[in-house]
């Protein structure tokens, strides 16, 4: 039985697919189909075609199905299967917003850090271009303002940031390219 106080963020409240989407996928599984049916054939592209839209199926209900709720106990997440898992105030130490940019736009997400260094994000809580949440700020500081009232602020700490977020995918595409130039200089050097 959920309190009255507890807050709850769902994917069907959030995620909408729209008809653009679906047109959109619509249009690549007839690219696919037809680069597949001249690569492989009939069966081959039809169980191609059968993979891809069963993937994009699983992918589409576990957004909807996914959800986050903040209660007494802790935060419970759950990504669209089972019943969810609940990390109690105690395991939680930093609860912070990840941005990740794209060439689509900044997607922000929320998430917790636990004790034992893990970080999970909060399905649900999540704000992008594509699927803007104008009161995500507002939302992320009720999930604080929860935090800072369940937990001790000694047992509070803000996580060193990891080398993953300090890389920008301009900064990784660079390293790969200096890496793949360096193997085939080497490969080059080495057979002539």
Known sequence: MRS?????????DRYHPSWRHFAALGVGLVVEGAFAFF???VVGSCWLLGGTAALVGLGISMALRSWTTVGAA??????????GRIYPWQEIRWIDVRETKSEYGAVL????????GRRRSLPALQHSTRYPDPDFHVDFQRVVSWWELSTDPAARFQPPKRLRNQLTPQVVGLILGLLIT???????TIEG
Not at 74 to 83: A, D, K, L, S
Not at 182 to 188: A, H, N, P
């Open 182 to 188: 360096i193997i085939i200089v080497l490969g080059v």
């Open 109 to 116: 997400a929320a998430r917790i850090t636990l004790a034992d």
């Open 4 to 12: 009255v106080n507890e807050l709850s963020f769902r994917g069907k």
């Open 39 to 41: 690569g492989l054939g």
């Open 74 to 83: 802790g935060i419970t997440i759950c990504w669209g299967i089972g019943r």
